[in-house]
């Protein structure tokens, strides 16, 4: 299994900046691309921002600009500079690592996610 621990959520006024962090343990393997979702009561985890193995980054439209994902791969850390920080920014983040591990000459593919940190921003 593959644990995900998020840090750095809080309270924070309108216009200021917060840094996530998420790191990962257990069976490892190889990451491919870690990533940060939202989710409002009754809907689907919406994506924030994704990073895989290589670099390339996708951001969600309200997170251009403002937001900037990136990854220590030797640590499997994935961190999230959020700027410029609104109220309606404010969600639960959740941590996301989709990758695959081998035992016993068998693969097995995983799609984590971790308990995700409060994010508020008001005044």
């Known amino acids: 299994q593959v644990q995900l621990v998020e840090s750095g959520g809080g309270l924070v006024q309108p216009g200021g900046s917060l840094r996530l962090s998420c790191a990962a343990s257990?069976?490892?393997?190889?990451?491919?691309?870690m990533g940060w979702y939202t989710q409002d009561p009754g809907k689907e985890r919406e994506l924030v921002a994704a990073i895989s193995s290589g670099g390339s980054t996708n951001y969600a439209d309200f997170a251009k600009g403002r937001f900037t994902i990136s990854r220590d791969n030797a640590m499997s850390t994935v961190f999230l500079q959020m700027n410029s920080l609104k109220p309606e920014d404010t969600a639960v983040y959740y941590c996301?690592?989709?990758?695959?591990?081998?035992?016993?000459?068998?693969?097995?593919?995983?799609?984590?996610w971790g308990q995700g940190t409060q994010v508020t921003v008001s005044s």
């Open positions: 996301n690592a989709k990758g695959r591990y081998w035992r016993g000459g068998v693969d097995y593919p995983y799609d984590s």
């Open positions: 257990g069976n490892i393997g190889v990451i491919n691309a």
